[in-house]
């Protein structure tokens, strides 16, 4: 039963990630020297609030993997690390890269990309205040 659920999300999870995609805006261009938009993406994140109580209810699918102590994948075979306690930027730095794809896990990827921006600081809030 579990794997048929897990294979559930993860369909919805990529099929929410994929429906979202033309709604996506194209990149500004800019005029500004190189440094500028580097800047503007390293602020850009932590300007929005994340909110603890929100965070709690989206990271329900996050325990099945990150809350079960010692829990390790069948394969490929590796640790998957306990989220609580992290720091918060650590946490929107994560999840930021996995929804861009500049950090490769495929159901990390797929869960980031159905988040909002708002949805990420939500749970980086929550997480990092759990122990």
Excluded: W
Excluded at 21 to 27: D, L, S
């Amino acid at each position: 039963m579990r794997p048929l659920m897990i294979a559930a999300c993860l369909a919805l999870t990529t099929a929410v990630a994929f429906a979202d995609e033309p709604k996506q805006e194209p990149a500004a261009t800019t005029t500004a020297a190189a440094p500028a938009p580097a800047a503007t993406a390293a602020t850009a994140t932590p300007a929005i609030k994340g909110d603890s109580a929100a965070g709690k209810q989206l990271t329900y699918t996050c325990q099945g993997c990150h809350g079960i102590t010692g829990y390790k994948n069948a394969y490929p075979s590796y640790h998957v690390p306990r989220l609580g306690g992290q720091s918060e930027q650590y946490l929107l730095n994560a999840l930021g890269e996995y929804k861009k794809g500049t950090r490769k896990h495929p159901t990390m990827q797929a869960q980031a990309q159905s988040f909002s921006d708002q949805d990420i600081a939500n749970i980086a809030a929550y997480l990092s205040t759990i122990k």
